[in-house]
């Protein structure tokens, strides 16, 4: 405890003292308070670790290795596979998303199913499970929003995927994936007669992307579309 006020202290020297003891009375006070609230820290944080080193981990490994058996039917176009399993040791993409949709690899499953079910004609299927999806990286999440675009062009319902490549277009903003989106959109608006926006799209890969695949040749594109247009 803080001793009484010396005979002859200065008013700052007994201020000082006075928050010395106040502070010591209240540690005093509340010392059980204080521990309590540093044991219940201590415990939350052994949790964690402890869920994410006997739970966490372990599903996020058993999650990967599921999902490389299903990318290798994938990468041979076994659509139905990759999807349902092989009735031996592989249970699919749809059986990973519901095991360990949680993890990294059960939201890349999403992805690979959407795909899939894209490819067996399933667009109703293939667009639930690629929104459903989610990642934020210049690449595959641009991709899989293009792929939504894809669908909703096989489904009839054009002006709905263009928005999707125009978006998958501008999420991307780079010369490898943006051209190749924008060249979609043009194409689409073409189908739909509206060829100012196609021509549009086009000057855009032009003038933006001028040093991609799609800008070697997006010259006749624009002619055809301004004289279509005409």
Same mark, same amino acid.
């Given at each position: 405890?803080?001793?009484?006020?010396?005979?002859?202290?200065?008013?700052?020297?007994?201020?000082?003292?006075?928050?010395?003891?106040?502070?010591?009375?209240?540690?005093?006070?509340?010392?059980?308070?204080?521990?309590?609230?540093?044991?219940?820290?201590?415990?939350?944080?052994?949790?964690?670790?402890?869920?994410?080193?006997?739970?966490?981990?372990?599903?996020?490994?058993?999650?990967?290795?599921?999902?490389?058996?299903?990318?290798?039917?994938?990468?041979?176009?076994?659509?139905?596979?990759?999807?349902?399993?092989?009735?031996?040791?592989?249970?699919?993409?749809?059986?990973?998303?519901?095991?360990?949709?949680?993890?990294?690899?059960?939201?890349?499953?999403?992805?690979? &199913? =959407?795909?899939? +079910?894209?490819? *067996? %004609?399933?667009?109703?299927? /293939?667009? $639930?499970?690629?929104?459903?999806?989610?990642? @934020?990286?210049?690449?595959?999440?641009?991709?899989?929003?293009?792929?939504?675009?894809?669908?909703?062009?096989?489904?009839?319902?054009?002006?709905?995927?263009?928005?999707?490549?125009?978006?998958?277009?501008?999420?991307?903003?780079?010369?490898?994936?943006?051209?190749?989106?924008?060249?979609? &959109? =043009?194409?689409? +608006?073409?189908? *739909? %007669?509206?060829?100012?926006? /196609?021509? $549009?799209?086009?000057?855009?890969?032009?003038? @933006?992307?001028?040093?991609?695949?799609?800008?070697?040749?997006?010259?006749?594109?624009?002619?055809?579309?301004?004289?279509?247009?005409?």
């Amino acid at each position: 405890m803080a001793t009484n006020k010396k005979k002859g202290a200065t008013k700052s020297e007994v201020e000082v003292g006075e928050i010395v003891s106040r502070s010591e009375q209240f540690i005093e006070k509340y010392s059980k308070h204080l521990m309590y609230g540093v044991l219940a820290v201590a415990v939350v944080v052994a949790i964690v670790l402890g869920v994410r080193h006997g739970y966490i981990l372990p599903r996020e490994k058993k999650a990967d290795t599921a999902l490389f058996k299903g990318e290798q039917y994938f990468l041979r176009d076994s659509f139905a596979v990759a999807l349902h399993g092989n009735g031996a040791d592989y249970e699919g993409f749809e059986s990973i998303i519901k095991q360990y949709g949680s993890t990294k690899a059960g939201n890349l499953a999403k992805a690979y &199913a =959407g795909v899939s +079910y894209y490819h *067996l %004609g399933e667009n109703d299927a /293939a667009i $639930k499970s690629l929104k459903s999806f989610s990642a @934020k990286d210049q690449m595959i999440s641009p991709a899989v929003i293009g792929e939504i675009g894809d669908c909703y062009v096989n489904m009839g319902q054009v002006k709905e995927g263009i928005s999707y490549f125009e978006k998958a277009a501008k999420q991307a903003d780079n010369s490898v994936v943006s051209p190749t989106y924008l060249k979609k &959109a =043009g194409l689409a +608006y073409e189908s *739909l %007669g509206q060829y100012k926006e /196609a021509a $549009k799209t086009y000057t855009t890969i032009k003038e @933006k992307y001028f040093n991609s695949m799609e800008a070697a040749d997006i010259d006749k594109y624009i002619t055809r579309a301004n004289e279509s247009g005409k």
